[in-house]
C-alpha cells in the first residue's frame, strides 16, 4: 500500500515531507489532509501532492492521511522523516456515479433502470479496430459483429433488433451531444458485395475516451427522444486536471495483424475433371479440384499458362496474405489549477493492411477546456476534435470480384500464388488462372480505390449556478464530415474490360443545441431533484456520384474520361424538435422514484401526426440502507422497476412522390433539355405514423460479503409497433413496395453480471467478473397479406426475413426433397432433388450471450484474460458451398477412391422419386456440385467459445521512477481474437461479417478476423 524512504531523526521538533499519490495510477493526489493523530495541527498536500508537517515532540508520531473517495491510513513517522505514501479507493465510501441521459450524474442507487459503464482502463490496448468491438463479453445485453479490418465498422445491437427497415444501432453521444455513426460505403448495399469504409465509431480516438455508459432500455434513454429507440452509448472524454506545471501523457504501441481462420482444403486431388487433368486450363474445369490423385513425382502442364510442373499443393492463404502492422502514437498535454483545466491530445494510428499496397491512416487533434467564471458561478466546457483519414485499396467484401477470399475459392491449391506475380502481360493486360485471366495481383496493384474523410466535431456547455439549488445549462455541438471516394478499374480489368472510374463525395452536418434547467433542494426527509429543458437537431445531406465507362485510350482514365457518363447526386435534410422534463424524488436515500416526458416534433411525419409523447417512470428501494437488522453478510441490496416508451419517426421525403432530374442521355448530349423521372420504387404515404417502443424492467442489485461478492440480475420486455416498412406490391402499379405502419417485434430476457474478489492479500488479488444475457425474440406480427418481410438478400437464394411467430433473422434457403422417412431423395442419375421454393433453414441470431474475465494483480504486475461466447444462432456458409462445387472441401473426398477405381460409387441413404432405395452408381463430382446447391446442407451452429482477450502488464515501482521525470511507466504486451476454443463451423471465422447491416447469419467469403499481438508503453510525466 505504501512505500517509505527510511531516515532517522530524534529530535525534540523535526519536520516530516512525502508525497501522496493515488495507488491505481501513481497520480499525484493534491488536497489530501494530513494530520498528527490527535492534534489539530497538519497540513494539505498542494498539486504535486506533496507536503511538510511540522512535528512537536517524538510524542506525536502519528500522521493520519485522509482524502475523501480514499481510505483513511495511519502511519508511524518515529523512524522517518520523508515519507511516500500511496492510498487507496475505498469502494464503501465513494458512491457509484454514472453518467445518464443527457450527461447527468446520478448515484447509481437511485437509478430504476439498468446502466453499465465501462472505464478507459477496461477498453484495452488494442485501438486499430473499432472501438466498440473492445467492448465484446463486457457488457450485458449488447451483441456486436466486427467486420474485418482496421477502420471497419462494427453492428451494435442492444437487447436485439426492434427495428424492420431502418438501422438496429444505438445512438452515440459525446460528452453530452450526439453524434453520426454513418457508413457511407457498406459492403451489404448490393448482392455483388463492395467495401465497408468504416463507420462514426471507428474514427474515434480511445486514449480520448474516459468512460463509456450503456444505457439499455426506453427508460434509460426516453429523454433522448425518436434516435434513442435502439439505446443509447455515452462517451464521456478525458479533460485537464489540477496539477502544478504541464503533464505529459504519453503512448506508442504496435499490433500485428495476422490471417485467422482460413479453409482447410483436400489435398489428395489436383486441378482437373471427373479424375483428369483440364483439357482448357483457363476454363472451369480447370478452377475445379476434381482432378487426378496426386502420386510422387506426378508432373503437367495443364495449368494457365502452360508451364510443366511438379503438381503439389500450395498453401495459397499465406502466400498471398501478410502480417499486417499497424502503428499506434498518442501524447496528450494536461494542466489546470482550482478555476480552469485544458487538454490536448494528438494520436495517429498508421496501418499496412494483410495485403500489399493496402493501408490506412488517421491523425485525430482533439482539445477540451474547462473554466469557472463570474465568482465559479460560470462554469464552461468547451472541445473541438478534428479527424483526418485515409486508406487506400480496401479490402473488398462479399460477392465483389476485388474480393481476395472470393479469389482465393477460385484458384486451385495446386497453383502457387508465386505464380500469378506475374499478373500482367506485355502489353498491359491481365493474365490470370482463368478465361477472364483473373488474377489477385492485378487487383492488388492495378485496381485503385481510395478514400478520405475530415471530420470536425465541437462541443460548448455554459453551466451557471443561479444559486445552491437551481442552475441552468445550455449546450450545443456540430459534426462535420466531408467524406470523398475515388475508384479506377483501369481499362482491361476482368468484368470492366472497358474500364470505368468514378467520384463519390458526402458531406454532412448534424448540428445539435440543447438547455436545461435544474433544480436540487433537500426538504426534510426527502431529496428532490427536477429538470425541464428542450432540444433542436438538424440534419443536412449531400451526396454526388459522378464517374463513366468506356475509357478510350489508357492513358486518359479518370471519372470523366469514359465515352458514357453517369451523374447522380441527392440531398436530405431533417429536423428534430423537442421539449422533456424528468423529475426525481429520495426518501431517507433509500427509496426513489423518477418520471419523465418527452415530446418530440419531427420534420420527416405529416403535420397531423408529426408530435408525438413518450413517458417514463422508474423506482428503486435500497432495502439493504433501510433502519433494520440486515444479514452481516449484505453489504448493499436494492431492487429497481421501471416503465417507459419512446418513438420513432422515419426517413426524410417518405410522404409525397419525389422527382429527380437526370443528367444529359447517353448518346443524346443535345437533346436541350434535362428529362426527369420519380425517384425511388416505394410508394410514399403522407398518413404515416410515429413507430413506438414500449418496454417494463425489474432489476436486483446485491453486494455481499463486504462487497467481495457483486451481482446484477434484470429482467425486460420490449414491444415495437407501428414500424414504418417498404411491403412488396404488384410491379403493374408502376412500383415495387408501398410504405406502411405495421409490425410488432417483442424483446424479452435475462441479464446477468457477477463479479467475485476471490483473493485479497497485500500483494496479490484475483478478481472474476461474468457477464452472460438471453434474448428471446419474435416477430409478432407484420400486416394482413404479408407473410414475410425482406431484410438482406443474397447474390445466391440465401436471404434473412423476418417472419411472424418467427424470432427476427429468419435465414431462408433451398432444401433436398425428402421423403417420408426424411431420406434424400435422388434423380435417375443419383443427384439429389432441390426444392428451389425458400424454406426456413435456420436463424442468424444468438440469443445466448457469456463473458468471463479474470483479473491477476500481483506486486506491479497485472494480468488479464477474457473468454466469451455466443450461442444458439446459425449460420450459412457460402464459403463451404464453394468448396463443395470446385471440389476443395474435404467431405468431397467421400467416394473418389472408390469411383475412379472400380467406376461405381453409391453414398447411401437415397431414394428415388416412387420411394424405392437407389441403388446405381453416383459420379463424386456430379454429386457434390449438386448438393452444393442445397443450402440447407451448409447451415451450421454458429455457437462459439473464444478467447478473446489476453494482456500483461508491469508497472515501474514508485521508488524506481523517483529520480526520473516519470509519474509512471508500464508496459503492456496482449493479444485480441487469439484462438476459438469450441466451433462446430468448419473452414470459416463464425463471428465475421461482410457488412455492418440487420441481416447477419449469412457469411459470404467473409474476410476472417484477424488474429492481434500488440505492445504498448504508456508513460506519464
Keep these: 500500500m505504501f512505500m517509505l524512504t527510511t531516515g532517522a531523526l530524534y529530535a525534540q521538533e523535526r519536520t516530516v515531507t512525502g508525497t501522496v499519490t493515488d495507488a491505481s495510477d501513481n497520480s499525484p493526489l493534491p488536497g489530501v489532509n494530513v494530520l498528527i493523530k490527535g492534534t489539530s495541527l497538519g497540513a494539505v498536500t498542494d498539486f504535486d501532492g506533496n507536503f511538510s508537517v511540522a512535528i512537536p515532540s517524538p510524542e506525536n508520531n502519528t500522521l493520519t492521511f485522509s482524502f475523501i473517495g480514499y481510505k483513511t491510513t495511519d502511519f508511524n513517522v518515529s523512524n522517518t522523516d520523508n515519507l511516500q505514501i500511496a492510498l487507496e479507493a475505498d469502494a464503501e465510501e465513494l458512491e457509484e456515479v454514472v453518467v445518464t441521459a443527457l450527461g447527468i450524474k446520478r448515484e447509481e442507487r437511485s437509478l430504476g433502470y439498468a446502466v453499465s459503464e465501462v472505464k478507459a482502463e477496461d477498453i484495452g490496448d488494442n485501438s486499430s479496430a473499432n472501438i466498440m468491438n473492445s467492448l465484446n463479453g463486457k457488457v450485458a445485453g449488447v451483441q456486436i459483429t466486427p467486420v474485418a479490418g482496421p477502420n471497419s465498422s462494427s453492428n451494435v445491437v442492444i437487447r436485439g433488433n426492434a427495428v424492420l427497415n431502418g438501422s438496429n444501432q444505438p445512438l452515440y453521444v459525446i460528452d453530452g451531444v450526439p453524434m453520426t455513426n454513418s457508413n457511407y460505403d457498406n459492403a451489404s448495399d448490393s448482392d455483388s458485395g463492395g467495401l465497408d469504409t468504416g463507420d462514426g465509431m471507428s474514427a474515434v480516438n480511445p486514449d480520448d475516451i474516459e468512460s463509456m455508459s450503456v444505457l439499455k432500455g426506453p427508460a434509460a434513454t426516453a429523454l433522448y427522444g425518436t434516435r434513442a429507440i435502439n439505446g443509447v452509448i455515452l462517451i464521456t472524454t478525458k479533460q485537464g486536471d489540477k496539477r502544478k506545471g504541464i503533464g505529459i501523457d504519453f503512448s506508442t504501441g504496435v499490433n500485428f495483424d495476422m490471417m485467422g481462420i482460413t479453409p482447410d482444403y483436400q489435398r489428395d486431388y489436383a486441378h482437373g475433371t471427373q479424375g483428369n487433368f483440364p483439357t482448357d486450363p483457363t476454363s472451369t474445369d480447370g478452377t475445379r479440384m476434381y482432378g487426378p490423385k496426386i502420386t510422387p513425382g506426378m508432373r503437367s502442364d495443364s495449368y494457365y499458362d502452360g508451364v510443366m510442373r511438379d503438381v503439389q499443393h500450395y498453401n495459397i492463404?499465406?502466400?498471398?496474405?501478410?502480417?499486417?502492422?499497424t502503428f499506434n502514437n498518442s501524447i496528450a498535454l494536461t494542466g489546470g489549477n482550482e478555476k480552469s483545466s485544458v487538454r490536448f491530445s494528438y494520436s495517429n494510428m498508421s496501418n499496412d493492411g494483410m495485403v500489399d499496397n493496402s493501408t490506412f491512416n488517421r491523425n485525430t487533434f482533439n482539445l477540451r477546456g474547462t473554466t469557472k467564471m463570474a465568482n465559479d458561478k460560470l462554469t464552461i466546457d468547451s472541445r473541438v476534435t478534428y479527424t483526418h483519414q485515409k486508406s487506400t485499396n480496401r479490402m473488398a467484401l462479399g460477392n465483389s470480384v476485388y474480393n481476395y477470399n472470393r479469389a482465393m475459392m477460385q484458384v486451385p491449391t495446386t497453383v502457387s500464388m508465386d505464380f500469378l506475380r506475374n499478373y500482367k502481360t506485355p502489353d498491359g493486360r491481365p493474365f490470370g488462372y482463368n478465361d477472364k485471366n483473373e488474377n489477385p495481383y492485378w487487383t492488388m496493384y492495378e485496381v485503385n480505390n481510395e478514400d478520405q474523410s475530415d471530420r470536425m466535431m465541437g462541443m460548448l456547455s455554459l453551466n451557471y449556478e443561479i444559486n445552491e439549488n437551481l442552475s441552468v445549462v445550455a449546450r450545443g455541438g456540430t459534426d462535420v464530415t466531408s467524406w470523398r471516394q475515388n475508384v479506377l478499374d483501369p481499362m482491361y480489368t476482368p468484368f470492366f474490360e472497358d474500364g470505368r472510374a468514378f467520384e463519390r463525395t458526402n458531406l454532412q452536418t448534424e448540428n445539435n443545441m440543447d438547455f436545461l434547467l435544474m433544480y436540487n433542494k433537500k426538504f426534510g426527509n426527502f431529496d428532490i431533484s427536477a429538470t425541464a429543458g428542450g432540444s433542436y437537431m438538424y440534419q443536412i445531406h449531400d451526396r454526388t456520384d459522378i464517374g463513366s465507362v468506356k475509357f478510350i485510350s489508357d492513358d486518359l482514365q479518370h471519372p470523366g474520361a469514359g465515352q458514357d457518363r453517369f451523374i447522380d447526386l441527392s440531398r436530405y435534410e431533417r429536423a428534430i424538435s423537442s421539449v422533456y422534463a424528468t423529475a426525481s424524488i429520495g426518501y431517507k436515500g433509500f427509496l426513489f422514484l423518477d418520471v419523465s416526458g418527452r415530446n418530440d416534433w419531427s420534420s420527416t411525419l405529416p403535420m397531423n401526426n408529426n408530435s408525438y409523447f413518450y413517458p417514463s417512470v422508474s423506482g428503486s428501494w435500497v432495502f439493504s440502507d433501510m433502519d433494520w437488522n440486515t444479514p452481516e453478510w449484505l453489504s448493499f441490496g436494492k431492487l429497481r422497476a421501471s416503465w417507459a416508451q419512446v418513438g420513432s419517426d422515419t426517413d426524410p421525403y417518405s410522404l409525397a412522390v419525389q422527382y429527380r432530374v437526370l443528367g444529359n442521355p447517353v448518346g443524346n448530349p443535345n437533346w436541350g433539355f434535362n428529362p426527369g423521372q420519380i425517384e425511388g420504387e416505394i410508394i410514399p404515404n403522407a398518413n404515416l405514423r410515429p413507430s413506438m417502443s414500449s418496454s417494463y424492467e425489474f432489476g436486483l442489485d446485491l453486494r455481499l460479503f463486504n462487497n467481495k461478492v457483486s451481482l446484477d440480475l434484470a429482467y425486460y420486455n420490449q414491444r415495437a409497433t407501428d414500424q414504418i416498412m417498404p411491403i412488396d406490391i404488384s410491379d403493374a402499379s408502376g412500383f415495387t413496395q408501398a410504405l406502411i405502419n405495421a409490425g410488432e417485434i417483442q424483446n424479452k430476457g435475462f441479464e446477468w453480471l457477477v463479479n467475485?474478489?476471490?483473493?485479497?492479500?497485500?500483494?496479490f488479488s484475483w478478481d472474476m467478473t461474468f457477464t452472460g444475457s438471453y434474448n428471446q425474440n419474435e416477430v409478432v406480427s407484420l400486416t394482413e397479406g404479408v407473410e414475410s418481410y425482406m431484410i438482406q438478400r443474397s447474390n445466391g437464394t440465401v436471404s434473412v426475413q423476418a417472419i411472424p411467430g418467427q424470432a427476427y433473422g429468419t435465414i431462408m434457403g433451398t432444401t433436398y426433397v425428402r421423403d417420408d422417412n426424411n431420406n434424400i431423395v435422388v434423380d435417375e442419375g443419383g443427384l439429389p432433388i432441390v426444392n428451389q421454393d425458400a424454406s426456413e433453414i435456420g436463424n442468424g441470431i444468438q440469443p445466448w450471450m457469456a463473458g468471463w474475465r479474470n483479473t491477476f494483480n500481483y506486486k506491479n504486475f497485472s494480468f488479464s484474460v477474457l473468454i466469451d461466447g455466443k450461442f444458439g444462432g446459425q449460420l450459412y456458409s457460402e464459403t463451404n458451398s464453394q468448396m463443395y462445387s470446385n471440389g476443395k472441401h474435404h467431405d468431397t473426398l467421400i467416394g473418389r477412391d472408390e469411383y475412379y477405381s472400380t467406376g461405381h460409387w453409391n453414398p447411401g441413404n437415397l431414394v428415388t422419386s416412387d420411394g424405392q432405395p437407389y441403388t446405381g452408381s453416383v459420379d463424386p463430382e456430379l454429386y457434390y456440385r449438386r448438393v452444393a446447391s442445397v443450402d440447407e446442407?451448409?447451415?451450421?451452429?454458429?455457437?462459439?467459445?473464444?478467447?478473446?482477450?489476453?494482456?500483461?502488464?508491469?508497472?515501474?515501482?514508485?521508488?524506481?521512477?523517483?529520480?526520473?521525470?516519470?509519474?509512471?511507466?508500464?508496459?503492456t504486451a496482449y493479444g485480441n481474437n487469439l484462438l476459438y476454443l469450441w466451433t462446430s463451423v468448419p473452414n470459416i471465422d463464425p463471428e465475421s461479417s461482410f457488412h455492418a447491416g440487420n441481416g447477419q447469419g449469412i457469411e459470404f467469403l467473409n474476410m476472417p478476423l484477424p488474429r492481434t499481438v500488440g505492445f504498448r508503453l504508456n508513460a506519464n510525466f
Design 317 to 325: 492463404y499465406d502466400q498471398l496474405f501478410q502480417t499486417g502492422v
Design 756 to 763: 467475485v474478489r476471490t483473493v485479497e492479500t497485500d500483494n
Design 937 to 971: 446442407q451448409f447451415i451450421y451452429n454458429s455457437s462459439f467459445i473464444k478467447l478473446r482477450d489476453v494482456s500483461i502488464s508491469y508497472r515501474l515501482p514508485n521508488k524506481a521512477l523517483e529520480k526520473t521525470p516519470f509519474r509512471n511507466l508500464s508496459f
